[in-house]
């Protein structure tokens, strides 16, 4: 496919005015690793002057703060009453549907994942660039849409360095564990994870939406662990903070804990999914738990500050969009070819059903599992409390029962004691009871006593 002959940049491109850029996405509900970009993203252009609108199929409450942020959002493309200067589209075909209304606007996809439906490039002469957000996924515009590398900007996902600070140093010994995942869920990999942690004494929490932990920020929350497992976003950001990380998803696999020596590597496939070569057993997890190295964590955390900054991030992708707002600003594309383009994406479609009904009911069942799953958690938690609760009464019980078994120990103790004296006592009158009855005197006053018996004073004599 051969790009269009583009017409005279406007004047926004040629002066350095600010661009109207308009962002395509599937849905913004559970703050993903590509919700999470777009969010950052149009934050940043927006600080940056540009003004910025979201194109989305469903929101959640990223929209309030992004409205707050004068960010448009919007889920019909007719309500825009203005043309944008250029799109970027995150997904496909929220991305398609954008250009198709829009057409002729230069378009800039990204590819935010090596399989899901949603990383498949959008294929119209519109689209001037193709971003991939690592290796895994360049490969797949490559070798899968025989998109020549030439056309593809490889531009990593960055961590907004302001929102996750670093961390105090590591301990020489880790203590506490973490799994970062929206993917995690109560189920087998969890245990296994969990057995490595116990066997080698470490505390094991979750935070993700699978398991009904879900964070908002979690930046906060990083800073109290020592070794964190995930991958993607989650271990760009824990790796910023300076957690030890471990590349895993509880759905995907395993990979290695991540050093000074492999993260250079382990960043360009993004911590990411073709690192998970190992299944998640205790005896995999315990032996990257037995790697963690205090030291060598810090050195990796201090390269990815370096490395893999929001700022560094996006100021790439701002370039780019502004050298192809320059070199194709208005797309004239002819009425034969678009039709072509029209044609191929339609069968493409009906092929594969209506994907825009199935992307709703998708992120209906998202939102009705959060849901679910949020319900279950804050059960748990009741009964956990009234567990707690329980416990500690019964705790409570046994103390008081082993104090008034301790009182009547002692009590029993002091009478033993005090009958053990009389006892004694006793029998020291018995020793000299026995004394006089053996003595001379007892023995020649015995007829005194007899005669004592029978004469009583004060009683008539017989």
């Not at 140093?169 to 087998?188: D, G, I, K």
Request: glycine share 6%; net charge negative.
């Amino acid at each position: 496919m051969t790009l269009p002959e583009a017409a005279s940049a406007p004047d926004s491109a040629q002066s350095g005015k600010p661009l109207h850029i308009l962002l395509a996405m599937c849905y913004l509900l559970h703050r993903t690793g590509a919700e999470m970009f777009t969010r950052d993203l149009a934050m940043w252009l927006r600080r940056r002057g540009h003004a910025v609108t979201i194109f989305a199929t469903a929101f959640g409450d990223m929209a309030n703060e992004l409205r707050f942020a004068s960010i448009a959002c919007v889920t019909d493309l007719a309500d825009m009453a203005a043309r944008p200067d250029i799109i970027v589209g995150n997904t496909h075909h929220e991305t398609v549907r954008a250009l198709l209304h829009f057409h002729d606007v230069p378009v800039i996809t990204i590819c935010h994942d090596r399989s899901d439906d949603h990383g498949r490039p959008a294929q119209f002469a519109q689209v001037v660039r193709h971003v991939a957000v690592d290796e895994n996924c360049a490969q797949r515009l490559v070798h899968e849409f025989g998109i020549e590398r030439e056309r593809i900007e490889l531009i990593q996902n960055g961590v907004d360095l302001s929102r996750f600070p670093r961390r105090g140093a590591l301990p020489q010994r880790a203590r506490t564990a973490l799994v970062f995942s929206n993917y995690a869920s109560h189920n087998e990999q969890l245990e296994e994870i969990r057995a490595a942690c116990v066997q080698r004494g470490l505390s094991l929490d979750v935070i993700g939406s699978g398991t009904g932990n879900h964070l908002p920020d979690p930046a906060e929350a990083l800073g109290r662990y020592d070794i964190v497992f995930g991958k993607g976003r989650c271990a760009t950001e824990a790796l910023c903070t300076g957690n030890a990380v471990v590349v895993l998803d509880p759905v995907w696999g395993m990979g290695e804990m991540v050093t000074a020596s492999t993260i250079a590597h382990a960043r360009r496939w993004n911590f990411g999914r073709a690192l998970l070569i190992r299944p998640i057993t205790r005896e995999s997890v315990g032996a990257e738990l037995d790697r963690y190295d205090a030291e060598d964590a810090a050195s990796s955390g201090e390269w990815m500050r370096t490395h893999g900054s929001l700022d560094a991030t996006l100021g790439a992708l701002e370039g780019s969009v502004l050298r192809m707002v320059r070199q194709h600003t208005v797309i004239e594309i002819p009425a034969g070819q678009r039709a072509d383009e029209m044609s191929r994406y339609m069968q493409d479609w009906i092929r594969r059903g209506n994907p825009s009904a199935a992307q709703l009911t998708i992120a209906s069942l998202h939102q009705h599992v959060a849901g679910l799953q949020q319900s279950f958690n804050d059960h748990q938690h009741m009964y956990q409390s009234r567990i707690e609760a329980v416990q500690a009464e019964a705790q409570r019980q046994a103390e008081h029962a082993a104090q008034s078994n301790a009182h009547c120990n002692e009590r029993l103790a002091e009478a033993e004691r005090q009958a053990q004296q009389a006892r004694t006592e006793l029998a020291l009158l018995q020793a000299q009871l026995r004394e006089v009855y053996a003595s001379r005197s007892w023995r020649v006053t015995g007829p005194l006593r007899r005669i004592s018996t029978l004469v009583r004073p004060g009683e008539p004599q017989a």
